[in-house]
């Protein structure tokens, strides 16, 4: 979506425009709405989730303000504990479409949801949350809604088409998962695949999926900026499905949880 310098007026105070072409192109500012100015390098073209910005958008003043005063290696420490993660291989939707790059996604599938849910969710791909989920995922998550979260910010990652770019996987065997991360959380991994029978092009429901799940595991390792998701592939199917991943964490810590939508082919 190209926005201009003046399109920020419509949205959310404190959301920041970007200019239309690449992320590497000069930094962007705040919009006309915004009491802070001057330029934001580091926060803005960091390719991760900053939290703040469509709960509240003070925040993200504050944040800069923050940055502005205190200078872009504060903001590197002050930043992590928004931010999270989202499965890297097999690729989700959202981390798919972050790296097609946002503002001219390739795919036709990233281009569709960027359509409908416009260019920076994707900025935010680490991000696909629940703040309070504690263990509820399936019930405070409606059918139709489960890769957005039922978040309305993400609404295009839920768009049911048989063209999400896939990962192609083996049909059954040990795989290792690589859950992409901003910041290291206690909690409990879960991944879910669809059912034999499933249709791509209808909205996923949690009908759709195991009721258990194939792998689960409090605190896998760490390597290399993932967590290493050891699992037995569940077997049984061959084409094009979905793995669905719920990152619960723990309490008295957090009741926040986190959700991923990767496609898949068995071969
Ligand atoms: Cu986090």
Redesign the pocket.
């Known amino acids: 979506m190209n926005w201009g310098p003046e399109s920020g007026a419509g949205r959310p105070t404190g959301v920041m425009t970007r200019p239309a072409s690449a992320p590497e192109s000069p930094p962007p500012t705040f919009g006309p709405t915004s009491r802070v100015s001057g330029r934001l390098p580091w926060v803005w073209s960091r390719p991760l989730g900053r939290g703040a910005r469509d709960e509240a958008s003070r925040s993200a003043v504050k944040v800069a303000t923050l940055t502005a005063v205190l200078g872009a290696a504060s903001v590197f420490t002050a930043v992590p504990?928004?931010?999270?993660g989202s499965m890297g291989n097999p690729i989700s939707r959202i981390m798919q479409c972050f790296r097609e790059g946002p503002e001219n996604p390739q795919s036709a599938a990233c281009k569709a949801a960027v359509a409908v849910g416009d260019s920076w969710p994707p900025y935010d791909w680490d991000e696909v949350n629940i703040a309070d989920a504690s263990g509820r995922s399936r019930e405070i998550i409606p059918d139709g809604k489960l890769c957005s979260a039922g978040r309305d910010k993400y609404k295009g990652l839920d768009l049911a088409r048989d063209d999400w770019p896939a990962t192609t996987l083996p049909s059954s065997g040990l795989y290792t998962f690589q859950y992409q991360l901003t910041?290291a959380?206690e909690g409990t991994f879960e991944l879910y695949v669809t059912k034999p029978g499933y249709d791509p092009t209808k909205p996923l429901k949690w009908s759709d999926l195991e009721d258990t799940p194939f792998y689960r595991q409090d605190n896998p390792p760490i390597a290399g900026n993932a967590y290493q998701l050891q699992a037995n592939l569940p077997g049984g199917r061959t084409g094009r499905h979905l793995i669905y991943s719920i990152w619960q964490r723990h309490w008295p810590d957090s009741g926040?949880a986190f959700y991923s939508c990767s496609d898949v082919i068995f071969r």
């Open positions: 504990a928004l931010a999270h910041a959380h926040e």
